[in-house]
């Protein structure tokens, strides 16, 4: 490597005056740029200026990215500088360029750290953290990197050892897997959590648990979505199921979780689960009438490949291939996050299924964004979530089990809505 970094300094011209002027389009379009050239983004900062003008700068792994925009000149002037050959600058430069509608630009790309006119420290080397006892560790210094999921409004940064464990990208998703401090390995798909080790109890154990003491004799369970394999495990604690179909649209994602969360994973080889790749929505179609006791849609959010997860045509299949006295369960977002999907979603079920015989209950996930996360319970032939409850035996189950969240009582509460809850579902 002739230079330790490339420096690539742009000039935009009659840049979409509206596009320069909006900070959340310019730091998605920056984030999006470094994506594509190969970075791992570590933070970003933007700024908008009053009354016009925006500015931002991403660290990346491999450096940074800068952008000053001027809306009243059409102008924005950008730098890219990157370090090592794992990136490529000039495909950020052209992916902006294209964004933000620039007629033309103009860039000069400068060679920065040039080896021949730099030598190695010699004295240099990273000191590793010490133990209690003063004893030096093998543990690294933390880089004190982030990763954050973020929305418009709503971020959440989670502090992590700087590697990436897993980073893919499959012809459905970005595929990522993270260390982190306070959360242990979380999987995330295109920028979003879906499961983090520290927490993901709380979710597996209510999506199945949930359903299973309900239904009066559980046997045979499709689960759509679910790669990770968390709902998997939790299903397996009963001994009287007969068979889980797992239909995950992505193999990457079975990948990913059998290598790295093998908590969650390591249920995915048991003989009473059939894995099939393929999309939930085309297997759905192709199902007999009536063959399953308990459905779950244990997908991610509606965008993507989990889009057509959320629609009446893949619910009214559901409906059809359920058993008389089936069960349908779906993660249905967050009355707190995702206002509008949570009340479509549950009047759809309402129409399917019957307002009588749909339920919502929520659980408490730090790791997802609002922490308040929402569970739909919907039955064919007007099970009611509680009345095949007992007592003992479930709490029996939960010691037998070493379940953390699910309980009895647990189950009965979680069906307890807040009114601004029940406002939205009314
Ligand atoms: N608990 C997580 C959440 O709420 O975000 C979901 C976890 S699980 C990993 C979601 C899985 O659904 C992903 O592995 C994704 O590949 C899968 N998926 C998305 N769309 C799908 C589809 N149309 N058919 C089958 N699986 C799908």
């Known amino acids: 490597m002739k230079a330790l970094g490339r420096h690539i300094i742009a000039e935009l011209y009659n840049c979409d005056l509206d596009k320069i002027d909006d900070v959340t389009f310019v730091e998605n379009s920056m984030l999006a740029a470094a994506e594509k050239a190969g970075a791992t983004v570590i933070n ?3 700024h908008h200026f009053s009354p016009f003008g925006v500015s931002g700068v991403i660290v990346i792994q491999e450096s940074h990215f800068s952008i000053h925009c001027w809306p009243e000149f059409g102008y924005a002037s950008i730098d890219i500088y990157t370090c090592g050959d794992t990136v490529d600058p000039w495909l950020a430069y052209e992916y902006l360029k294209n964004e933000l509608n620039a007629s ?13 006119l730099i030598s190695a420290s010699k004295s240099l080397h990273p000191t590793p953290l010490k133990k209690p006892s003063g004893e030096p560790t093998n543990i690294k210094r933390s880089k004190n990197v982030w990763f954050t999921e973020r929305n418009e409004n709503i971020a959440l940064s989670l502090k992590h050892s700087g590697e990436r464990l897993y980073n893919y990208t499959s012809k459905f998703q970005k595929i990522e897997i993270y260390q982190t401090e306070a959360f242990g390995r979380i999987l995330v798909l295109d920028g979003n959590i879906v499961c983090a080790e ?7 154990e209510m999506i199945a648990h949930v359903p299973m ?11 759509i979505g679910g790669g990770d394999g968390g709902t998997i ?28 969360l093998p908590k969650m994973a390591s249920s995915l080889i048991d003989k009473k689960v059939k894995i099939k790749v393929e999309d939930g929505i085309e297997f759905v179609k192709n199902c007999g009438t009536g063959i399953y006791d308990i459905v779950i849609i244990d997908s991610d959010d509606p965008v993507g490949p989990g889009e057509g997860l959320f629609t009446k045509t893949f619910y009214n299949e559901i409906y059809r291939i359920l058993q008389n006295y089936g069960i349908m369960i779906t993660q249905s977002e967050s009355p707190r996050y995702n206002i509008h999907i949570f009340k479509e979603v549950f009047q759809c079920y309402n129409k399917i299924f019957g307002r009588e015989n749909v339920h919502c209950y929520l ?9 308040m996360w929402s569970f739909s319970f919907s039955s064919k032939g007007g099970i009611d979530p509680f009345q095949n409850l007992a007592n003992e035996k479930i709490n029996d189950f939960c010691k037998r089990s070493n379940l953390k969240y699910y309980s009895f009582d647990m189950h009965n509460s979680s069906f307890v809505l807040p009114k601004f809850v029940r406002d939205i579902l009314l």
Do not use: C, W
């Open 198 to 204: 520290e927490d993901e109890y709380v979710y597996h």
């Open 233 to 260: 495990r939790e299903l397996l604690r009963h001994e009287n199921i007969e068979q889980i179909d797992l239909v995950e649209i992505d193999e990457h994602v079975i990948k990913a979780a059998q290598e790295h």
């Open 363 to 371: 659980m408490y996930l730090p790791s997802y964004p609002s922490g």
């Open 44 to 46: 970003s900062t933007f």
């Open 213 to 223: 003491f309900a239904h009066p004799h559980p046997k045979k369970i499709l689960v």
């Open 104 to 116: 033309h630009g103009s860039t000069i790309e400068l060679s920065r750290g040039q080896s021949n």
